[in-house]
């Protein structure tokens, strides 16, 4: 990473970000959580679909006699008008995201990497600094579990050897 991140939030300002996503929920209450399979399960609308939704608006619009009664022309209306509101809205929350998303990573990865400085330092010099405890302590992120026997084919397979 060519920069390193420098800066501090406050938890006033912590707290204040928060609030404003809050009264974003708050201003939204229509917003729905689809689980997975609905998702999978609903049409798309993309940049290609926008047009033909906007033009399928416009011909329904221009001649609802062809409409069945039971088509609800003004839901219409009102789902395209509220997607065209939703989309800029979507997009800048996206980026905002993204970037949230890139920052964590790289100050998380930072202080990571400073983390580990720390600990290879304490070892080197830790011995008979009273750090022992503590570099035990540290160690623990490394520690490796002991590895369970694998079941092959009526063979059980244990660190190399071969039991049957």
């Not at 939703?86 to 998380?108: F, N």
């Not at 302590?137 to 092959?152: I, N, S």
């Amino acid at each position: 990473m060519a920069t390193s991140i420098s800066a501090t939030l406050t938890p006033a300002e912590r707290d204040t970000l928060m609030a404003a996503m809050t009264m974003m929920k708050e201003k939204l209450p229509f917003l729905v959580d689809l689980s997975a399979e609905e998702r999978k399960n609903l049409p798309k609308m993309g940049d290609k679909s926008r047009a033909f939704v906007g033009k399928a608006l416009e011909v329904a619009t221009q001649n609802p006699d062809f409409l069945p009664r039971s088509f609800d022309l003004e839901e219409l209306r009102k789902d395209v008008q509220l997607f065209e509101m939703l989309y800029p809205l979507l997009m800048s929350i996206t980026q905002m995201h993204e970037l949230l998303d890139d920052t964590c990573l790289a100050v998380g990865s930072e202080a990571y990497a400073a983390a580990l400085q720390v600990y290879s330092y304490a070892k080197a010099s830790g011995q008979g600094a009273g750090l022992d405890a503590v570099v035990g302590e540290l160690g623990q992120r490394f520690a490796r579990k002991p590895r369970k026997a694998k079941v092959v084919e009526g063979t059980v397979k244990s660190g190399g050897a071969t039991m049957e």
